[in-house]
Nanobody
């Protein structure tokens, strides 16, 4: 089993930045991919970014160039640096790790003036 704990969410003004963190514990040696998804009420959870143990990254088109994902594989920790935030980025952000698909409890990000 793997446990994921997110932190770093909060309220930020449009154009601002936030850095999300996710710390994994438990049976972390088998994890190959870690990443972030987000969800707003009434919509499906959607991919934000993922990163493999080897450092290969994948981003949603909407966040490319603004968000950066990074990882410390030895510690099963993943970060998401979010810059130039816009109100439409308001969502609950979830950390994920695979295999299979573990999820954190989510952290709220609100972009509002």
């Amino acid at each position: 089993q793997v446990q994921l704990v997110e932190s770093g969410g909060g309220l930020v003004q449009p154009g601002g930045s936030l850095r999300l963190s996710c710390a994994g514990s438990g049976n972390i040696l088998l994890l190959t991919v870690m990443g972030w998804y987000r969800q707003v009420p009434g919509k499906q959870r959607e991919l934000v970014a993922t990163i493999t143990r080897g450092g290969t990254t994948k981003y949603a088109v909407s966040v490319k160039g603004r968000f950066t994902i990074s990882r410390d594989s030895a510690k099963a920790t993943v970060w998401l640096q979010m810059n130039d935030l816009k109100p439409q980025r308001t969502a609950v952000y979830y950390c994920t790790a695979a295999p299979p698909n573990y999820w954190g409890q989510g952290t709220q990000v609100t972009v509002s003036s």
